[in-house]
């Protein structure tokens, strides 16, 4: 065995540092989170439990088997917007009678579950990671549709939400919804598109068109029930398929309908896998709060895949990217991690041939980002790092298995590209609370504006006014500093997820369970031309 020894002093002076640093920004980020569990905040909560409802993570909870994880995806979704945190919807991974799910529940104390256009954008990366794993998909619903005064931004886009849900049925992969409420208007459609439907009696109230609608539109007087209830669409319409008493009863019976569906993962489990031999809290320590620090990512290797057994794929060459192959809860896996973050033509190079061969084999890639982008200047620009550069993007791009990143640095310009960013569409993505993404760092940015800025002045014969460019370059930097933070770019579902480094190897475990539901081939030819 290969196994990864370790030069991390806990005791040191620096590892403290870092672990102070990073339990700071996970204490922030746990106050974001609590915001999405608030929901629509106390006075909404109590009038949903008065009405004698359960909560969406309540639902979520009974529908599940017991004793199970469940993946949340897209926790922060809206931050830094006008709506509130977590976009009025929860997403998520979770084991239901056996089978692994995607599953969707919509948050009625948020503007009575109504969507505005972070939840369009959460539902249809949650359609997105149900398709490309073959998870079947259930849809907890309680939603008055739209939410009117942001119609302009989600009426256009929003179709995508019901075409996902007839390609999913004709991908073969289940859809299932249970409505407890409101399923109003484009909201509608949900169920109605959904291959097996519960519906809640004298609480569901499923239509294309509510009473006050109607009867502007026609002249014609109605109710809720006649117009939409369940026993309604149990009995006449025949839009239900199952008619619950109540919401345990709706989700007992959508436990039975995932439990019929023999549905059946591509691959087997692969059953226990050994731990690794380096403790997991130690990763709390690793990334240093300064980004410029650099750090050895075998630290991070040796604690989260199986035994801590790594067989590094040349060692020697292209240091800055430390490639090799690993198990990670018992499945295979090639592993690229920046290690002192610049790319250069020889990682490249190294990058392109690993991802070959990991096609060749059929082994899934997990890409750990900690880097600056790919080197700059005359010396390697004539050597060639635009076409080297390239390579690498060229291989992830047209490779064929899965990839999954996590972000644990920096991942800057066209590196995070290199490392299968979000535009890659890797499996799934993950953050640090210490990562950082951006087109380049703050005081680059800041300064190359300045740059320009100052030539430009000379060649109009202008003088330049060196105290108005230092405010500049100050406040160019606090908003790149800003807008490269975890926070702001999970609030825009550039990841799926900032998590605590202590958990990354059970997230990346149920990633990789959800990924072996599909069966996948290695490229072993069509890549793009490599430039020589």
Known sequence: MTVLQTALDPAGPDYQAHREAMLAKLADLESEHAKALAGGGEKYVERHRKRGKLLARERIELLLDPDTPFLELSPLAAWGSDYPVGASLVTGIGVVEGVECLITANDPTVRGGASNPWSLKKALRANDIALANRLPCISLVESGGADLPSQKEIFIPGGAVFRDLTRLSAAGIPTVAVVFGNSTAGGAYIP?????????????????????????????????????????????????????????????????????????????????????????????????????????????????????????????????????????????????????????????????????????????????????????????????????????????????????????????????YGMCGRAYDPRFLFAWPSAKSAVMGPQQLAGVLSIVARQSAAAKGQPYDDEADAGLRAMVEQQIESESLPKFLSGRLYDDGVIDPRDTRTVLGLCLSAVHTASYEGARGGFGVFRM
Do not use: C
Not at 205 to 218: Q, S, Y
Not at 350 to 362: E, G, V, Y
Not at 378 to 402: C, D, F, L, T, W
């Open 192 to 416: 109605g598109m959904s291959d097996h439907v519960i519906m809640v009696k004298e609480r569901a109230k499923v239509f294309l068109g509510g009473p006050p609608l109607v009867k502007m539109a026609t002249g014609e007087e109605s109710d809720d029930e006649s117009l939409g209830g369940a026993e309604m669409h149990a009995r006449v319409s025949g839009l239900a398929d199952y008619f619950a008493v109540d919401e345990p009863d709706a989700l007992r019976q959508a436990r039975r309908v995932v439990a019929r569906l023999n549905h059946r993962k591509a691959y087997p489990d692969p059953g226990p896998a050994e731990p690794p031999k380096h403790d997991p809290e130690e990763l709390l320590g690793i990334v240093p709060g300064d980004l410029k620090i650099p750090f050895d990512p075998r630290e991070v290797i040796a604690r989260i895949v199986d035994g801590s057994d790594f067989d590094e794929f040349k060692p020697l060459y292209g240091t800055s990217l430390t490639t090799g192959w690993a198990a990670l809860h018992g499945y295979p896996v090639g592993i690229l991690a920046n290690a002192q973050g610049v790319l250069f033509s020889e990682e490249s190079q190294k990058a392109a041939q690993f991802i070959q061969l990991a096609n060749q084999r059929d082994i899934p890639l997990l890409f750990l980002h900690n880097t600056t982008g790919y080197m700059v200047g005359k010396e390697y620009e004539q050597g060639g790092i635009i076409k080297h550069g390239a390579m690498m993007i060229n291989a992830v791009s047209n490779s064929r298995v899965p990839h999954m990143s996590v972000l644990m640095g920096a991942s800057y310009g066209a590196g995070h």
